[in-house]
């Protein structure tokens, strides 16, 4: 079998930190190939040296079954080969026309840019593609799926025929994946070749020829998508069963010991009460603007909410921002930890022990690094957080790694309730699983925790109650017994179908 592009015995190291162990890779002429494994595993760096980023320590890469040396990324753009990264590389006031050509506008016989041409062109483009955008609007008036398109369009209008896309749907809706699916498949069509990367193993199976899987910088192996079932994958991608990836602690919970009365969140969000007791796990879910995110984050003060009561062990609690929270035992994990949690630049260390700065502030200087050191160390090993010590940068750990830590930071200051927004969001399975294990833990030892999910399986997963929402309602109260998936999707859209809980 000939392929397109072939990655032979491929080795990397940062210092003394081996990050790929002579990989193998392969990529046929006209195939979507699944790239897997956990965050971490070395799926990132691979493809930085695909497209000329890093450069290997040893090894070779094939083009057209020919030795190629790429060393930086105009001779990966000279192969046909482009990446989509999470991070878009467009110029957010220039339109989509110009966008797709930038670097490459036709010019007119005065050497003008030639506008009406460069329109008619990206409009060819787009059709050819079938993707519906409007080429002279401003990109920053586009949609993230949108601009996802704009960027396979500038990737082919360079002549692209290897792309590379790395976690293409993350921000997407599922009809806006299901869109760039079917342009996916079409590239296949007009025989390009794709290296697909998600987490998420439906995608892969949806759309994936072929699946390859790394784990800790070695290749595992390669499959194709009909013969194998997420199972088999995932003990490819963790090297173990992940038989129990729910646990269930299934411990009587305790008195209530956080209530919210009648809260008024905003205009669409109102009149919400619940409760959550004693080392239970407590999950809101509803599909995406039902208004979970915004009472999430009126829990803690971001805003605060307009009215209505809430207590904590019995007292009336206030809290006005995160700081608060923080002081009166409320930890908090963000859906978005780049933007809302993490200090990118900093240690795992000033990460973990930020929010226990009270704690620390009654010793001097030297006591208090030693009891930093102690706190952090207890918290890596508690949370099997990988790393290369503590003073490592936190902006340079795996996602899951990355989200251990941001739990560690509140539980290292005794809080009495922890609420999690989108707890495994951008994790891998090996990482979800070790997370589930944690919260379960946590509430044995009597921490009350709420977490608000967009993912059936993971709410059905962890959950001892369940509140479901809809259009800015609780429509439903449903413990765990009683819960399924027809249930719960029942009670998520019930204003729609004019039934409530």
């Known amino acids: 079998m000939d392929y397109v592009l072939s990655a032979r015995k491929i080795n990397k190291s940062f210092g003394t930190a081996q990050v790929l162990r002579d990989v193998t890779f392969d990529l046929r002429y006209g195939e979507i190939h699944g790239l897997l494994g956990e ?4 799926k990132s760096t691979l493809i930085k040296i695909m497209a000329g980023d890093y450069f290997m320590d040893s090894g070779e890469i094939l083009i057209d079954g020919k ?14 080969i482009r990446v989509i990264y999470q991070e878009f590389n467009l110029v957010k006031t220039l339109s989509v026309a110009e966008n797709i050509y930038i670097g490459g506008m036709p010019r007119n016989k005065l050497g003008l840019v030639d506008r009406k041409e460069m329109n008619r062109q990206a409009e060819e483009l787009l059709a050819e593609l079938g993707i519906e955008v409007d080429v002279r609007e401003i990109v920053g008036n586009t949609s993230v799926a949108e601009q996802q398109l704009v960027e396979i369009a500038k ?11 790395d976690e293409p749907t993350a921000a997407l809706s599922d009809q806006e994946t299901s869109k760039l699916f079917d342009v996916v498949r079409g590239l296949r069509e007009k025989g390009k070749s794709v290296i697909f990367i998600t987490h998420r193993l439906s995608e892969q199976f949806e759309l994936s020829d072929r699946i390859t899987v790394l784990r800790d910088g070695l290749t595992i192996g390669t499959v194709n998508s009909k013969d194998v079932d997420s199972d088999t994958l995932v003990k490819m991608m963790v090297g173990r069963d992940v038989d129990n990836l729910y646990p269930r602690h299934w411990v009587k919970p305790g008195e209530v010991i956080f209530e919210a009365k009648n809260l008024h969140v905003n205009d669409s969000v109102q009149d919400i009460s619940f409760h959550i ?29 307009r009215s209505g ?12 921002n995160l700081r608060e929270a923080n002081i009166k035992g409320v930890g908090y994990v963000s859906s978005d930890r780049k ?5 990118p630049e900093m ?20 006591t208090q690094k030693k009891l930093e050191a102690k706190i952090t160390q207890n918290w890596i090993k508690r949370m099997n957080i990988r790393c290369r010590d503590q003073q490592q940068s936190i902006g340079t750990l795996s996602g899951g790694n990355q989200q251990k830590a941001m739990i560690a930071r509140w539980l290292c200051n005794d809080i009495k309730l922890l609420i999690l927004n989108m707890p495994t969001r951008g994790v891998d399975v090996g990482a979800k699983a070790e997370i589930y294990t944690i919260l379960e ?33 609780i429509t439903a109260e449903v413990p765990i017994k009683k819960a399924d998936q027809d249930t719960l999707m029942k009670y998520a859209v019930a204003k729609f179908l004019h039934f409530g809980g």
């Open 39 to 42: 965050n971490g595993a070395g």
């Open 67 to 80: 030795p190629e040396h790429i060393t930086k990324p105009a001779e990966s753009l000279k192969m046909g």
């Open 155 to 165: 990737a082919l209008s360079r002549q692209a025929r290897i792309l590379i896309m």
């Open 277 to 305: 007791r004693k080392g239970e796990i407590v999950t809101f879910f509803g599909l995406m603007g039902a208004g979970q995110n915004a009472l999430c984050k009126a829990l803690i003060g971001d805003p605060p909410v």
């Open 309 to 320: 009561t809430m207590y904590l062990n019995g007292k009336e609690l206030a809290i006005n």
């Open 339 to 343: 933007q809302e949690g993490l200090l």
């Open 347 to 366: 240690s795992l260390t000033s990460n973990i022990t930020i929010a226990a700065f009270r704690k620390l502030a009654k010793y001097n200087i030297f």
């Open 441 to 473: 833990e946590l509430a044995n030892e009597g921490v009350a925790i709420l977490a608000f999910s967009l993912e059936l399986p993971e709410v059905l997963g962890i959950s001892d109650r369940i509140y479901v929402m809809c259009e800015g309602d």
